[in-house]
């Protein structure tokens, strides 16, 4: 039958785009925010998409099969994806889970029936939390221990098959959908596959557009002596720091044509207000990340220049993984 699929591998992607319209008029703003809900694939996540592009790369080379246990280092959404997405084509996947993974998070993949692991069993980045996180270390980490335990370390961080399948999926699914009226592409970023290869796309189709990166400001990182203790889940800064630290897919595409004409750092307390705003005026229920790149799109919105102007957003995830969270506390 025409209408059934044989895996929810085959539902991944092709996400809608929705626009904010009632806090727009609430707001009097002039320019037009647009959200791909990337909540809406199978697992909940953006991350579907790169799980897709791991496993799919994972084979092309011979490096898996059926039967083969992936591993890698998450808060969650990643490793939500590939048990998900792996346990449709016969895989198996061992978190290390970042340190702040939500409890409903641990509680999935306990669903799943995972054995998860924590990031500071990587001895090579066990003093993150006083030095930063260097992601070289850490790739480092992870493939030895994929070398040692005869695992599969998928990569998220430093595989390009991340950001190609932004490439082909994403940025061409949100230039149809708008018809090439795309002014602004906003996105956070965890590995940056989608900020890379949907801006990548789009600049090509469009060198006119503006590629805005999304990062936590320093007060909601842990490694910053003013911390907060809340921070945006899932993302890594993007810029204005150190080149070792920067997402590796940001300093490998830098050939290829990626930049980032503007770097927004945003809060944790405002993008957690900002996504309590939303959830009332719109109706939307948006995770952290989300939330954040939604503030900024604010941001840009209220600015003269965007008036008229449309400006499309990134929602990696919603809400529901973060109920054991401040995100949306009211005081």
């Given at each position: 039958?025409?209408?059934?699929?044989?895996?929810?591998?085959?539902?991944?992607?092709?996400?809608?785009?929705?626009?904010?319209?009632?806090?727009?008029?609430?707001?009097?703003?002039?320019?037009?925010?647009?959200g791909k809900l990337e909540y809406l694939n199978p697992t909940g996540s953006s991350k579907d998409r790169l799980a897709v592009a791991l496993i799919e790369d994972a084979r092309a080379k011979g490096a898996i099969e059926e039967g083969s246990t992936l591993i890698d280092v998450t808060s969650g959404n990643t490793g939500i994806s590939l048990v998900g997405i792996g346990h449709a084509e016969g895989l198996k996947f061992i978190p290390y889970l970042e340190p702040g993974t939500s409890e409903e998070r641990v509680?999935?993949?306990?669903?799943?029936?995972?054995?998860?692991?924590?990031?500071?069993?990587?001895?090579?980045?066990?003093?993150?939390?006083?030095?930063?996180?260097?992601?070289?270390?850490?790739?480092?980490g992870m493939e030895r221990i994929a070398?040692?335990?005869?695992?599969?370390?998928?990569?998220?961080?430093?595989?390009?098959?991340?950001?190609?399948?932004?490439?082909?999926?994403?940025?061409?699914?949100?230039?149809?959908?708008?018809?090439?009226?795309?002014?602004?592409?906003?996105?956070?970023?965890?590995?940056?596959?989608?900020?890379?290869?949907?801006?990548?796309?789009?600049?090509?189709?469009?060198?006119?557009?503006?590629?805005?990166?999304?990062?936590?400001?320093?007060?909601s990182r842990p490694e910053n002596e003013n911390f907060t203790g809340?921070?945006?889940?899932?993302?890594?800064?993007?810029?204005?720091?150190?080149?070792?630290f920067v997402p590796t897919l940001i300093r490998s595409n830098r050939e290829n044509g990626f930049i980032m004409d503007e770097i927004i750092d945003v809060a944790a307390e405002d993008a957690y207000k900002t996504a309590q705003e939303t959830a009332e005026t719109d109706g939307l229920f948006l995770g952290t990340s989300a939330a954040a790149a939604l503030n900024a799109a604010i941001q840009i919105a209220a600015r003269p220049e965007a008036v008229g102007k449309n400006i499309v957003v990134i929602y990696p995830d919603n809400g529901y993984k973060y109920l054991s969270t401040d995100l949306y506390k009211r005081s």
């Open positions: 039958m025409a209408k059934i699929h044989s895996s929810i591998i085959e539902l991944v992607g092709n996400t809608p785009l929705v626009e904010l319209t009632n806090y727009q008029k609430k707001h009097g703003l002039g320019a037009r925010i647009i509680k999935i993949f306990e669903g799943y029936g995972l054995d998860t692991r924590s990031f500071t069993d990587v001895e090579e980045i066990a003093n993150f939390e006083q030095e930063g996180l260097n992601l070289d270390d850490l790739i480092a070398e040692e335990q005869s695992y599969y370390y998928a990569g998220q961080t430093v595989n390009e098959a991340n950001q190609e399948y932004h490439y082909k999926t994403t940025g061409p699914e949100i230039w149809e959908d708008t018809d090439g009226q795309v002014d602004y592409i906003v996105a956070t970023a965890g590995t940056a596959g989608t900020l890379v290869g949907t801006g990548r796309y789009l600049r090509e189709k469009n060198p006119e557009i503006t590629v805005v990166g999304v990062q936590g400001a320093e007060t809340n921070i945006i889940d899932g993302t890594l800064p993007v810029g204005n720091l150190p080149e070792e």
